[in-house]
């Protein structure tokens, strides 16, 4: 049998770091980084006769990753202790959500390649703390703890088991990141860890309704890597079932320099982490006026910024797609349009060159290091005729290494465009001297002997003559 003989059933864990000040339970800062050890206290390193308090704004942070998940709030939940022992947990329990989270049957809609909609359901979305790190030395052989990350705050956005291929993991992932972005209630930096997914992965025949047996991959944190294991995963449980053997529930490492899944443990089930109430921690008890307090603060979500600006700015549905998946893009382009008034130039911008140097330099659009002033004096510096399109973009370049006023940059690189016509002249002059084949060439019809000779000119001027007068003065001096 082949692959198309099976269907794929995926469900997702995805954990987000929450962009509080202070971690959940104590005030230690959360900001990532420093030196190992140093970001902790008493508390979130468990020592004996500590007590925790719960950070009020984790649960407002919770509520608004659910009302913008379409999930209902539960007036009443409670924290619960997951007990399991690994090095980075000090108390050897995680404090958790078990039968009682705060939000519950939500969902999101992921757009398919085929123009249709799909709906995602969310089974809950929980708080729960994270645990520390141990950082392996390959030289010396050991493992040291850092618990500078043990009680820094997550939401764990649990999905219903409705994904059915690698591709559909994948836009679900980035609507989820796209979604908590616009809320802010965390940054999502993939590469610090703030946003990772625990996928489980199980195969079936083609109509059939039990589900396979699932096997869990841990805390993968890129889209890439996700793909990759999801698509080695599911060739992995095909061989095995064809082979006649069973597919163990058990949880999977991927690593990502072979490509392949090894297995870590038995795959636990609920009843296994014997979970409890907390008895330090008081219920979680929400009025109707807090919960609406909240939705009044929900800023516009992608899906209505994608209407608004086909409808405001007339761009295209794909457009308008590919630039409110990110916060960052979209606020990059309704900000650069306000002082500019050209939202189709900044669009193709940010669609064209911007994201090209951002995908060249693996970089996320949050790290752009200029904002909308710089990038609408660019567009204007164009339509004054101050540069060329050519020039913009070596600016942008010089944007993204040395951020700075681009009239300052054109400048002191002298990039200023030539549209004195007695320049102009002068060059156009040469190129025609030097190539009278493709004069010859146009005379006959060849228009695309005309872009040649332009190219020349731009060449010769280092990209700096004036497109427009090129074109012109070439016409005139050939129907001569």
């Not at 979500?301 to 794909?318: A, G």
């Not at 156009?428 to 006959?444: C, T």
Request: with cysteine.
């Amino acid at each position: 049998m082949s692959r198309q003989d099976y269907e794929v059933v995926i469900g997702l864990e995805v954990h987000a770091e929450l962009s509080t000040k202070t971690k959940i339970f104590c005030s230690c800062p959360t900001e990532f980084g420093g030196e190992p050890n140093t970001h902790c206290c008493p508390i979130c390193m468990a020592l004996p006769g500590t007590l925790p308090v719960l950070n009020e704004k984790v649960v407002e942070y919770a509520v608004k990753a659910g009302l913008a998940t379409n999930c209902e709030i539960s007036k009443n939940s409670k924290n619960d202790r997951k007990n399991y022992f690994y090095p980075d947990l000090p108390k050897a329990y995680q404090i958790s959500q078990f039968d009682m989270p705060l939000c519950e049957k939500g969902y999101i809609e992921i757009e398919l390649d085929d123009g249709t909609t799909k709906k995602i359901r969310l089974t809950r979305i929980h708080i729960e703390e994270d645990a520390g790190k141990l950082n392996h030395d390959d030289f010396g052989g050991g493992s040291l703890v850092d618990l500078n990350r043990a009680g820094v705050p997550l939401i764990e956005m649990v999905s219903e088991p409705d994904i059915r291929s690698s591709e559909e993991a994948e836009k679900y992932l980035r609507k989820i990141k796209s979604i908590l972005e616009y809320i802010e209630v965390s940054d999502c930096k993939m590469q610090e860890g703030s946003l990772r997914a625990d996928v489980n992965v199980s195969v079936r025949k083609k109509g059939e309704e039990k589900l396979g047996t699932r096997t869990e991959m841990k805390n993968m944190n890129s889209f890439r890597s996700i793909v990759r294991g999801i698509e080695y995963e599911i060739d992995r449980q095909i061989d095995v079932i064809e082979e006649g053997r069973k597919v163990e529930q058990e949880t999977l490492r991927w690593d990502d320099v072979s490509g392949r899944t090894f297995s870590m443990r038995d795959k636990e089930d609920a009843q296994d982490y014997r979970y409890f109430p907390d008895p330090d921690l008081v219920a979680i008890k929400l009025s109707d006026e807090y919960i609406e307090n909240i939705r009044k603060t929900l800023p516009e979500l992608p899906e209505s910024r994608r209407k608004r600006y086909i409808e405001e700015y007339n761009l295209s549905e794909r457009d308008a797609n590919l630039i409110t998946a990110s916060k960052y893009l979209s606020d990059l382009f309704e900000g650069t349009t306000k002082i500019c008034n050209n939202p189709k130039a900044v669009s193709n911008w940010i669609l064209s060159d911007i994201s090209r140097i951002l995908n060249e330099r693996e970089m996320e659009p949050n790290q752009i290091p200029f904002g909308k002033e710089y990038l609408a004096q660019l567009i204007e510096l164009i339509e004054k005729g101050t540069i060329s399109s050519a020039i913009a973009k070596k600016v942008l370049e010089e944007l993204f290494e040395n951020p700075k006023e681009p009239s300052k940059i054109i400048e002191e690189k002298g990039w200023i465009q030539i549209s004195d016509e007695g320049a102009i002249k002068e060059v156009v002059l040469k190129i025609i001297e030097e190539n009278p084949q493709s004069v010859a060439d146009y005379k006959g019809g060849k228009e695309r002997a005309l872009g040649f000779l332009v190219g020349q000119a731009m060449k010769q001027t280092k990209g700096k003559a004036n497109p427009q007068m090129l074109n012109k003065m070439f016409i005139e001096e050939m129907q001569k």
